[in-house]
């Protein structure tokens, strides 16, 4: 089984840079894609980033050209680099991978931008 820990929210100026990671330990060698999705209103989960085991990423629209996600294979973590914060990023950020073992989710990290 996989679990994920998360570190690296807080609060933040409009403007302003977080960096989220999120460490893999367990099953760590099943995994395929690793990647971050935000609470949305209504209880929805928006898909931020995700990255493939060879590197391949997506974007959300909204946070292309602001957001970048890296992974360390080695290390079984992955990075979400977030400048230019906005109010509007304001939620809980979430990290999951995809394994053999199905989806697994992170605790879940506050990200809080003040403007």
């Known amino acids: 089984q996989v679990q994920l820990v998360e570190s690296g929210g807080g609060l933040v100026q409009a403007g302003g840079s977080l960096r989220l990671s999120c460490a893999a330990s367990?099953?760590?060698?099943?995994?395929?894609?690793m990647g971050w999705y935000r609470q949305a209103p209504r209880n929805q989960r928006q898909l931020v980033a995700r990255?493939?085991?060879?590197?391949?990423?997506n974007y959300a629209d909204s946070v292309k050209g602001r957001f970048t996600i890296s992974r360390d294979v080695a290390k079984n973590t992955v990075y979400l680099q977030m400048n230019s914060l906005k109010p509007d990023d304001t939620t809980v950020y979430y990290c999951?991978?995809?394994?053999?073992?199905?989806?697994?989710w992170g605790q879940g990290t506050q990200v809080t931008v003040s403007s």
């Open positions: 990255v493939s085991r060879s590197g391949i990423t």
């Open positions: 999951y991978v995809d394994s053999s073992s199905g989806r697994i």
């Open positions: 367990g099953s760590s060698f099943s995994i395929t894609v």
